[in-house]
């Protein structure tokens, strides 16, 4: 019997400021600690896709949003160099401080800092799934393939 294939799924966020987009770099998680990457999170057991976004984008920069803040951008099938799989839900939205709040780094244990940065000029430690992703979005691309051969 062939084993299901499991795909976990992630909501990551593009949060943008203008012409700038928030990332987050990665510490203490011993997942690509030290690497720059969108405010994100995977899909809990039983929750929706907006649900799961609006709870990640608390739970990290302590941000706002309900669903109408939110706009799917891209879907960004990735495959890392491990051959693992997973399938990413790229959300969009522009800051409104007013309304959202101001982002901050609300995860210390997992997170070294925040920060803006110009949408088409990332940090070379910048994990290439947000690149993707980023890239994606801004192209108006529905749907990419990142790592696959």
Known sequence: MTIPPAHPV????????????????RQ?????????????????TGEHALDAMIREAHEEIGVRFDQTDLRLAATVHRRNADGE???????AAELAPGR??????????KCAR????????FPPATLRYTADCVAAARTGT????????
């Open 114 to 121: 925040i920060e803006w940065f110009p949408a088409d000029r």
């Open 85 to 91: 799989t997973r399938v990413g839900l790229v959300f």
């Open 28 to 44: 203490g998680t011993g997942f690509a600690d030290g690497r720059w990457n969108l405010p994100s999170g995977k899909l809990e």
């Open 100 to 109: 959202h709040g101001e982002p901050v780094n609300a995860e210390p244990h």
């Open 142 to 149: 529905p749907f990419v393939l990142s790592g696959w051969a």
């Open 10 to 25: 992630d909501v990551l966020l593009l949060l943008t400021r203008a012409d700038q987009v928030l990332l987050a770099l």
